[in-house]
């Protein structure tokens, strides 16, 4: 069992940069694959990013490439999702999830079904 709890988001202008966390709690957090999510109203849940438990591989999807990175500390328990040059199209929801299961490819990382999440923290872009 892994409780996730995110924090950091808020309201930023469009172009500013935000930070999001996900802490983890519960058993061998470095055995899971980490991802960030989003859902925006009106709109499916999304996809945003990955990362294996070894955090040595990355995966994003089109729309967030070269503009955000996530990243994990295993001795905090902790991944990241840091979000730079933000888009108004960016304001949504953002959840995390870990799984056991690992990715090889950025198809496989958006196809894990996540066991995992957490309750979602809120991102507005204002342009």
């Known amino acids: 069992q892994v409780q996730l709890v995110e924090s950091g988001g808020g309201l930023v202008q469009a172009g500013g940069s935000l930070g999001l966390s996900c802490a983890a709690s519960g058993r061998a957090f470095s055995m899971y694959t980490m991802g960030w999510f989003r859902q925006a109203p009106g709109k499916e849940r999304e996809f945003v990013a990955g990362?294996?438990?070894?955090?040595?591989?990355?995966a994003y999807a089109n729309s967030v490439e070269g503009r955000f990175t996530i990243s994990r500390d295993s001795a905090k328990n902790t991944v990241y999702l840091q979000m730079n040059s933000l888009k108004f199209e960016d304001t949504a929801v953002y959840y995390c999830?870990?799984?056991?299961?690992?990715?090889?490819?950025?198809?496989?990382?958006?196809?894990?079904?996540?066991?995992?999440w957490g309750q979602g923290t809120q991102v507005t872009v204002s342009s």
């Open positions: 999830a870990a799984d056991t299961e690992p990715f090889f490819t950025t198809s496989e990382a958006m196809r894990i079904e996540y066991d995992y």
């Open positions: 990362i294996s438990w070894r955090g040595n591989s990355a």
